[in-house]
């Protein structure tokens, strides 16, 4: 392979990471590429986990013999027959040390590398660490079939720029990642932010329609912030807040793919698709019980809307969450240590004709959050 097309392989191998999403698509879009730039039939991107002294297998690809997978659930070999991974020379890559490519042939005795090359119906491999701020964060393998020219130093040498590619494609899927994490998470908490919630929520009535699963939204609104805040400092509020996301994680964990989640402010919610009623309701509940239980705050008001009650329909993220809101505010007035749950109350439920009374308090409250108020809806609209 002249200049001009190695040149030509970096440039793609950089490109298809950096169009990879989630890590195994980025690990992937590595071995495909590099596979290809050096005319393997067989390439492989693994990782490095301390934690276990292991090297595990992200991905496989090309000609994969028998046994091995395109994603291999948990092929991982001990760390110690890697002393390039567990031995000294990451010492010198924290210096400014080159990591450099080497070549494992199949005929070499004693080697383990070997004898799996030999096992597989391969010839040699050019192996690359990946070396990411300075560590050994795993290794780049292309490995030749049996009969093909076998690889040599130009080979290594190029391996090992492929490498250093693979590992700023990594940084890159890192930053975006955070960046992933960071504009869908709440700072103060961690828990889930409502842009999250929008689009989680957007997907579940669309499973709704689809299928018939119950969704169901838990609002929450924390008693007592102010008074901490005004009394305490704010340091203490968030305190407060960051228990009470605690505990709505802890007790959303019991139903399965719930998203717990900061709305602003005081108010919090728990978004759950496919379980029935009752054990959101048991779920919500709990949470009363531990908000009361924090040495801070004074409870917290719990409001639910849920296709599993008796609503009318749901067509709207927007009706369920003033459905959610108006019943909160309903426990909040009231003083209900309890959750109060939307359509309880039968033909006429004081929570749903709040919801949707034209201008009602339900309405009221989400504008109340600093979210733009939904437009008025006119009598004909279909959609509630």
Not at 39 to 57: I, Q, T
Not at 131 to 143: I, K, N, T, Y
Not at 175 to 186: C, G, I, N, P, S
Request: aromatic letters at 4%; one cysteine or more; glycine letters at 12%.
């Amino acid at each position: 392979m002249g200049d001009d097309s190695r040149l030509r392989a970096v440039v793609e191998l950089a490109q298809r990471m950096a169009a990879a999403q989630a890590l195994p698509e980025v690990a992937l879009a590595a071995a495909e590429g590099a596979r290809e730039a050096l005319g393997g039939a067989f390439a492989a991107v693994s990782v490095f986990e301390p934690a276990r002294g292991r090297l595990r297998v992200l991905v496989n690809t090309g000609e994969l013999a028998e046994g091995e997978e395109e994603f291999p659930a948990d092929e991982s070999y001990p760390v110690h027959d890697f002393p390039e991974i567990a031995g000294f020379e990451p010492e010198s890559w924290v210096r400014g040390g080159e990591p450099r490519a080497w070549i494992e042939s199949a005929a070499t005795p004693g080697s383990r590398r070997a004898a799996a090359l030999r096992r597989r119906g391969r010839s040699a491999c050019v192996v690359a660490p990946i070396v990411l701020h300075g560590r050994a964060w795993g290794e780049l393998s292309v490995a030749r079939a049996r009969g093909a020219p076998a690889p040599g130093s130009g080979d290594a040498d190029f391996a090992a720029v492929l490498a250093a590619v693979v590992a700023s494609g990594l940084v890159q899927y890192e930053r975006l990642a955070e960046a992933r994490r960071l504009a869908f998470t709440d700072p103060l908490t961690g828990l889930a932010n409502r842009r999250a919630v929008d689009i989680r929520l957007d997907e579940a009535l669309e499973t709704h329609r689809a299928t018939g699963a119950v969704i169901s939204l838990v609002v929450c609104d924390v008693n007592g912030l102010k008074r901490v805040n005004d009394t305490y400092g704010h340091a203490a509020g968030d305190r407060l807040l960051e228990r009470f996301g605690m505990v709505l994680s802890l007790c959303g964990a019991s139903l399965p793919g719930a998203l717990a989640a900061r709305l602003g402010g005081d108010e919090f919610c728990l978004l759950a698709v496919g379980a029935g009623l009752a054990e959101v309701e048991r779920s919500a509940t709990e949470v009363c019980r531990r908000a009361r239980e924090l040495d801070l705050g004074s409870g917290v008001a719990c409001g639910v809307a849920s296709t599993g009650e008796d609503i009318g329909p749901v067509r709207s993220a927007r009706r369920l969450f003033r459905l959610a809101d108006a019943a909160q505010y309903q426990a909040k007035a009231a003083g209900s240590p309890d959750p109060v749950v939307a359509g309880r109350g039968g033909p006429g439920d004081p929570v749903v004709a709040l919801a949707d009374a034209p201008g009602g308090r339900g309405r009221e409250r989400r504008g109340l959050r600093g979210r733009r108020p939904p437009a008025p809806e006119s009598p004909n609209d279909p959609t509630p």
